[in-house]
Nanobody
């Protein structure tokens, strides 16, 4: 079992920045690929970013490429999402997720563990 707890959400104006954190406990954090997803109002959960065990093999959704940066600190059992140049359409609940496989996939159904989510609201 892996327990995931997100933090760092909040309300910002367009153009602002936030950094989300996801703290993991339980089984070995470094053995999991980690990802961030988001779910906006009346929308399906969508892939945002993914990072491999060692911090390599990073993938981003086209909608956030160049603005968001995913990173991880295995010593702290934490994955981060630095979000810059935020837009109103980035408003969503952001979730971190853990995947025990190395094959890249963007479908939420392929991920093994989830956090409870943290709200990000971007006003225009």
């Amino acid at each position: 079992q892996v327990q995931l707890v997100e933090s760092g959400g909040g309300s910002v104006q367009a153009g602002g920045s936030l950094r989300l954190s996801c703290a993991a406990s339980g089984r070995t954090f470094s053995s999991y690929v980690m990802a961030w997803f988001r779910q906006g109002p009346e929308k399906e959960r969508e892939f945002v970013a993914r990072i491999g065990w060692s911090g390599a093999r990073i993938y981003y959704a086209d909608s956030v490429k160049g603005r968001f940066t995913i990173s991880r600190d295995n010593a702290k059992n934490t994955v981060y999402l630095q979000m810059n140049s935020l837009k109103p359409e980035d408003t969503a609940v952001y979730y971190c997720a853990a995947d025990s496989t190395v094959v890249f996939h963007s479908s939420p159904s392929q991920y093994d563990y989830w956090g409870q989510g943290t709200q990000v609201t971007v006003s225009s």
